[in-house]
């Protein structure tokens, strides 16, 4: 099945700066890469996500990279904000599996802190 | 928005009892996930379900563990015999047939065995 690993496993930047979090996948048939955000005891919750059809996707301060032939996958998160400490999980997937439900595997998260 | 919603969001239970946890998914979604996340850890697969049916389980998802849709909006997780390390916060998740790939998850139910 689908291995997804993650790094960093925590990650401390200064208020303004730059953060980047990198994921790989084993799968080769997997070809959707959300990235979740998960506040303290709250749910996951989808900030981005791409398709393998595409290498680059931003969405404001939030982007993501995808590169198939090495299998990984970056999250890019610009200006950072206190608000943006969170623990952020990448996870992969090959949704379009006729006849199942394919689940996402996920990363071992990353604890983002922001220092104001 | 719509949202899934699951109760209790909190339950203690004593070793070895049977647990009940209740997930209403998106009324328009297909499919249907329980995960596990064991405190400071990763979220997990444990089990998917679609056209009333399990699509695909994880090795966590045993004997002990069984899934229902009882009625028309109802998803439940029954844990038959609870052991400690069933301690961990349940989420269930639902995704519309549209293959967005997007999984729905609900805020969770924290599971303590004592």
């Known amino acids: 099945g689908e291995n997804v690993e993650q790094h960093p496993s925590t990650l401390s930047v200064q208020e303004g700066d730059s953060a980047v979090i990198k994921c790989t996948y084993s799968d080769s048939a997997s070809n959707y890469f959300p990235w979740y955000k998960q506040e303290l005891g709250k749910r996951p919750q989808l900030i981005i996500d791409i398709r393998s059809n595409v290498g680059e996707k931003k969405d404001q301060r939030i982007a993501v990279t995808l590169n198939k032939t090495a299998k990984h996958f970056s999250l890019h998160i610009t200006e950072t904000q206190p608000e943006d400490s969170a623990v952020y999980f990448c996870a992969a997937s090959d949704p379009n599996s006729s006849g199942s439900a394919r689940q996402l595997t996920f990363g071992s998260g990353t604890q983002l802190t922001v220092l104001p | 928005e719509p949202e899934v919603t699951q109760t209790p969001s909190h339950q203690v239970t004593q070793m070895g009892q049977e647990v009940i946890l209740r997930c209403v998914p998106i009324s328009n979604h297909l499919y249907f996930y329980w995960y596990r996340q064991i405190l400071g850890q990763k979220v997990e697969f444990l089990v998917s379900?679609?056209?009333?049916?399990?699509?695909?389980k994880s090795e966590i998802f045993d004997d002990q563990f069984s899934v229902e849709r009882p009625d028309g909006s109802n998803f439940t997780l029954k844990i038959r015999s609870t052991k400690l390390e069933d301690s961990a916060m349940y989420f269930c998740?639902?995704?519309?047939?549209?293959?967005?790939?997007?999984?729905?998850f609900g805020e969770g139910s924290r599971l303590t065995v004592l």
């Open positions: 379900f679609y056209n009333n049916e399990i699509s695909e």
């Open positions: 998740a639902s995704r519309p047939v549209a293959n967005t790939g997007e999984l729905f």
